[in-house]
């Protein structure tokens, strides 16, 4: 027999082999069985939480959870460790000694998340709480939260200030800052790389952009927190500001921590990516006072018509119908008293005539009267999505705000195990189009610390969502302190494409 058939019959019988193979070890179900793209739970997920306080008085509790998923809880890990501590751009070289002394002792996991469905805690008093830096890795990462709460009751922004740790990125968005006299507004940005990250800060008032060189080119090291005093970058007080942060190389977490001598305090977390329709979750049934700030970061104006979303329906605030804003620049809305005794939340449309100008917003609300009044920012939410989860809630004073701006929908809300014990308890609701329900949050079954709410959409159309927390009593001084979070989709899976065996790469 020739050589060249020999040839012939012996790829022929390689190529049974590798299709057999192929055939064999296809798998039964996922992407290459059926042809269809399949989402698969993350393997790793990062999160960066800014220090919490300056004062001394200050008592911070860091929660995290990891929700129960179909993959594994046997491996993988989820800890917080310290960030390191620095000055809006200051030179770390004459610090590398020390910190070379103290890597062990920063490295050692401050907060870390054994299993799925355990919410664990960790507490620090004073001014010395640090910003930490996160890693999950594993069965451990898909939907891994972690929030900071604190309390203080003397001194500018006093109050209850909370935030959910966050994802790095590049870009942010901060309607609602403000560089008043009465108002100390820092602006903190962490890096979890260990590459130093270089980011320009922007600011916009009521007549546009503010001159300022001294926003650009911040210098955050590497594995470091940076606090930015946003007055230090204007020469002229302004009471609404837009902020807007980049990262030119790297990549941060970025917060602000509004402090003010009068109303309290809370963080000023990033509105929503700039879009023709936002929604404004949460906004509490007792508000006294309620400010829209908005902004449209594009070359065109937007014309938005404004509609609360209330236990029964939606309806516009009088006299505040429609906002007009101009390109550029910060626009601000007193609303007052806008829920009147029912809790609701803020919706913005374009109106008909306007087109899809895409534009960011926050609101900041008020509780309270004359020396008792506390305030907290609810910033422009993304929709909830497939799954979203809030940590840190307590027995009493945890409320679950749920609005469906377009088409009814129904969700499953489920409140994990407590930090110290306790069984997991799952509820249904139903929100109607255009409609803010105010759940009645459940509890888990002998409850012990603190415990997370997952919050999941089961039909219909988008739905928003917001937690509040209340401190009242001997602990707050007297004063109704409160802080509002977003739950947004904790990205908890990736859509992984199809694949399957092309032999032609065998015959090239």
Request: glycine share 12%.
């Amino acid at each position: 027999m020739k050589r060249t058939t020999l040839s012939l019959i012996a790829a022929g019988a390689a190529l049974a082999a590798v299709t057999s193979v192929a055939a064999v070890a296809a798998p039964e179900e996922g992407p290459a069985a059926t042809g269809k793209a399949a989402q698969q739970p993350v393997e790793r997920t990062s999160l960066l939480c800014p220090a919490p306080s300056s004062s001394e008085l200050a008592e911070t509790t860091y929660t995290a959870y990891t929700p129960k998923t179909e993959v594994s809880s046997d491996s993988g890990t989820a800890a917080l460790v310290p960030a390191a501590r620095s000055l809006a751009g200051k030179d770390d070289k004459d610090d590398k000694g020390d910190k070379g002394d103290k890597k062990g002792e920063e490295e050692k996991p401050f907060l870390a998340v054994k299993k799925q469905g355990a919410p664990v805690t960790a507490e620090e008093n004073g001014s010395g709480a640090p910003a930490l830096i996160g890693l999950a890795e594993g069965s451990l990462a898909p939907g891994w939260s972690a929030q900071q709460t604190t309390h203080f009751t003397a001194g500018a922004g006093r109050g209850l200030h909370g935030a959910a740790c966050s994802a790095p990125d590049t870009d942010f968005w901060f309607p609602g800052a403000s560089t008043a006299e009465d108002r100390s507004d820092y602006l903190h940005l962490t890096n979890p790389d260990d590459a130093a990250a270089v980011v320009d800060i922007e600011l916009y008032g009521k007549d546009g952009a503010l001159d300022s060189e001294v926003g650009e080119g911040i210098q955050v090291p590497p594995r470091s927190s940076v606090p930015v005093l946003l007055s230090t970058l204007t020469g002229k007080p302004q009471t609404n500001l837009t902020a807007h942060v980049t990262a030119r190389s790297g990549r941060v977490a970025a917060a602000v921590q509004a402090l003010d001598q009068k109303v309290g305090g809370d963080w000023l977390t990033p509105s929503a990516e700039p879009s023709a329709s936002v929604v404004l979750p949460g906004i509490p049934k007792d508000a006294t006072a309620v400010r829209l700030v908005a902004f449209a970061p594009g070359s065109a104006d937007a014309d938005l018509k404004v509609s609360l979303a209330g236990p029964n329906g939606s309806l516009s605030p009088a006299g505040n119908e429609t906002l007009h804003l101009k390109s550029g620049m910060t626009t601000a809305v007193d609303l007052a008293d806008v829920t009147r005794g029912e809790p609701g939340s803020l919706v913005l449309t374009p109106t008909g005539d306007s087109g899809e100008t895409p534009v960011v917003a926050a609101v900041r609300v008020i509780r309270g009267k004359g020396a008792d009044q506390e305030s907290a920012f609810i910033p422009a939410a993304r929709p909830v999505g497939d799954r979203a989860t809030v940590t840190g809630n307590g027995a009493k004073g945890t409320y679950l705000s749920l609005t469906a701006p377009g088409k009814a929908a129904k969700v499953r809300v489920t409140a994990s195990a407590g930090t110290g014990g306790g069984t997991a308890a799952t509820k249904t609701y139903s929100v109607g189009a255009g409609r803010t329900l105010a759940a009645d949050v459940p509890l888990p079954d002998s409850l012990k610390g603190t415990y997370a709410l997952t919050v999941e959409t089961v039909s219909g159309g988008p739905v928003h969502a917001s937690r509040t927390l209340t401190l009242s009593g001997a602990a707050a001084d007297g004063i109704s302190m409160f802080t509002v979070q977003n739950l947004t989709d904790d990205r908890g899976t990736v859509t992984v494409p199809a694949a399957r065996p092309e032999m032609g790469v065998l015959l090239d």
